[in-house]
């Protein structure tokens, strides 16, 4: 059974930083894909970053630059690296897992069976 579990989020004032984490259990993590997606209110939950099994990342046009997606040297711990932050990256971030995901579908969310529960983020201007 995968679990996912979020932890890093917070309040921050815009150009600040956040670090959020996703602790996974149950898997090997070289056989799967891994992502982050965030949610703010009455909106859809949209890709943020993902990377695959080999470490390749992939990242949405609003946040290249500024996020950057990687695994711990245990494997069993995924990052996102928030930089330079903007009032519009408010939401709820969740951590993301399957075994494949294709190429052109990283930034998806259907394809991805496993969820963690998120963690909030919160940019003041």
């Known amino acids: 059974q995968v679990q996912l579990v979020e932890s890093g989020g917070g309040s921050v004032q815009a150009g600040g930083s956040l670090r959020l984490s996703c602790l996974a259990s149950?898997?090997?993590?070289?056989?799967?894909?891994m992502a982050w997606f965030r949610q703010a209110p009455g909106k859809e939950r949209e890709g943020v970053a993902s990377i695959d099994s080999g470490g390749v990342p992939t990242y949405a046009d609003s946040v290249k630059g500024r996020f950057t997606i990687s695994v711990g040297n245990a494997k069993n711990t995924l990052f996102l690296q928030m930089d330079s932050l903007k009032p519009e990256d408010t939401a709820m971030y969740y951590c993301a897992a399957d075994l494949w995901v294709g190429s052109s579908q990283r930034l998806d969310k259907a394809p991805y069976s496993y969820w963690g529960q998120g963690t909030q983020v919160t940019v003041s201007s």
């Open positions: 149950g898997y090997t993590y070289n056989m799967y894909c």
